[in-house]
């Protein structure tokens, strides 16, 4: 489940400023045999990143799709400074028919760039190109080891997700899609952590050495022991042995800094080869060890009782599982990206225990004495945007005017135009102040909405000048009916938005 990952944290190499487009980053370094030279196995470095998309400046193309250009350049130098490897494109997101859709978009990138040997610095830089002042710019170092003469490993990479599938995509091996996690950074909502590394030149093991032991466990400082009880271990007896992957349950490992290690020994136990990876985590609520013996009965019964918190005493008894459902969807346009696909998973695969806490959670968070009373005034919001937006049987919430009225509040002006000539019926919000999502203040914002058609139900948003919502820089060939989509200077629509 995606949630509040790498848009918790401000990254340390991202390029600082008030528009700064948002991604995390992270590389590993693998191994590939030579297709001529027998024995020899050449390095590659892989390069992931996932962009937040509420960071992004869109707008519409010829289809009126809406959809966000980013430009990539990747460099990769050597300790001199010559550039061994360099990568330019344009990533274009996955067109969404509506606004409501893009907080949906998983924006994640898989580059693979064979190198050489030798202390290497990786720089990305990933520019919005509807916004070309939208940068950000992810500077890294790392040393990529020669081939060594007995069996080593490669980078550790963590996974979002890992599944068995065949089809052809950047993300694909060994007949399993491994989605990478792009930071090293697991929140209370993030319990489990999966990985995957490569095992090279097991064959180069004497026999008398075999069978190797294979250890990977968390530690609180790198060369410490075991945390806790976390740890797994694997008897390796074929040499053919080339990749791993596994997981933690990592549901009840406290706040913290910690060490992923996988450390290789032979049948003395002596170490071979090891690695290791730094990662942190952030739990405000680790379940009891009581609560992950449950879970592991569990397994067996197919019934799962958690104990962390009783819910039958709190506002959400009274609520059935289709309103369980119901409040969720409320809840889009108050959440950060990361809790909407977590939301979004809910909607696919209803778990109402889980779906229950995350509500509970929600409001806690924002009145932790009384959540009760925060989820009483979101609702006077809810009800208030269904009297106001509610069209053809829909609830207001689920309209785009709903859904904007939930995230911004009420606009401080209303301008409707229904029956202008030359124009389609619209309506304009005016605030003279507004908090985007990220925090940051706007003076006089203002967002358009319209009507596809003269026949269409309702209003949908055709721009904005709030960050990371519709930026339609070519609104008029879309509101105005005339052949070339040209001004109408006496619109209001042109009074009130000109040029923003």
């Known amino acids: ?18 528009y700064a487009l948002e991604a995390a980053f992270s590389h590993a370094v693998y191994y590939l045999t030579d297709p001529i030279y027998e024995g020899k196995i050449n390095p590659y470095i892989e390069a992931y990143w996932q962009v937040n998309p509420a960071k992004l400046h869109y707008n519409t193309n010829a289809d009126k799709k809406i959809i966000a250009r980013i430009k990539t350049e990747v460099t990769i130098t050597n300790d001199t400074g010559h550039v061994v490897k360099s990568d330019l494109y344009i990533y274009e997101t996955k067109p969404s028919d509506n606004v409501s859709q893009l907080q949906y978009l998983n924006i994640i990138e898989l580059k693979r760039y064979f190198v050489a040997p030798g202390k290497l610095k990786l720089r990305v830089k990933l520019t919005d190109l509807n916004d070309t002042g939208n940068v950000t710019v992810y500077n890294d170092s ?30 694909r091996k060994h007949g399993k899609q491994n989605i990478p996690l792009c930071e090293s950074f697991f929140d209370t ?41 976390l740890m797994k271990i694997d008897t390796i007896v074929n040499k053919e042995s080339t990749y791993f992957s596994g997981s933690f349950d990592i549901s009840n490992l406290p706040s913290g800094n910690y060490y992923l290690n996988i450390s290789l020994g032979n049948k003395l136990h002596q170490t071979v080869t090891s690695t290791s990876l730094f990662f942190q985590r952030m739990n405000t609520k680790p379940v009891t060890k009581e609560v992950i013996a449950q879970r592991a009965a569990a397994i067996d019964t197919s019934l799962e009782v958690v104990n962390v918190l009783d819910l039958n005493k709190t506002f959400l008894k009274k609520y059935d599982l289709p309103q369980i459902t119901a409040i969720l969807k409320m809840l889009l346009p108050v959440s950060d990206v990361t809790s909407a696909r977590a939301i979004e998973g809910f909607l696919k695969k209803p778990e109402e225990l889980y779906m229950r806490y995350f509500i509970y959670n929600y409001f806690l968070a924002i009145d932790k004495d009384r959540p009760e009373h925060a989820w009483k005034e979101f609702s006077g919001r809810v009800k208030e945007a269904n009297r106001l937006y509610t069209a053809h049987g829909k609830p207001g919430y689920e309209t785009e005017r709903g859904f904007m009225y939930l995230r911004y509040g009420a606009p401080s002006e209303v301008i409707t135009s229904v029956n202008e000539s030359g124009a389609l019926p619209y309506e304009i919000w005016q605030y003279n102040n507004l908090k985007e999502m990220g925090g940051k203040d706007i003076a006089n914002a203002v967002i358009l909405y319209y009507k596809t058609s003269q026949s269409d139900i309702d209003y949908r948003v055709l721009h904005t000048n709030i960050g990371g919502e519709l930026h339609n820089s070519g609104w008029r060939t879309f509101l105005y009916t005339n052949a070339d989509g040209g001004n109408n200077m006496n619109s209001r629509a042109e009074q009130y938005i000109g040029t923003k």
């Open 1 to 18: 489940m995606l949630r509040r990952s790498f848009f918790t944290l401000l990254l340390i190499f991202a390029v600082s400023g008030a």
């Open 142 to 171: 790392f040393v990529v080891k020669p081939q060594s003469n007995g069996p080593f490993y490669g980078g550790i990479e963590l996974l979002d997700t890992s599944y068995a599938s065949d089809i052809r995509t950047p993300f």
């Open 189 to 229: 909502y993030r319990d489990k952590l999966n990985y995957y590394t490569e095992l090279y030149q097991v064959e180069k093991v004497s026999n008398t050495d075999m069978p190797l032991v294979q250890s990977v466990f968390i530690s609180k400082k790198q060369g410490e022991g075991v945390y806790g009880s």
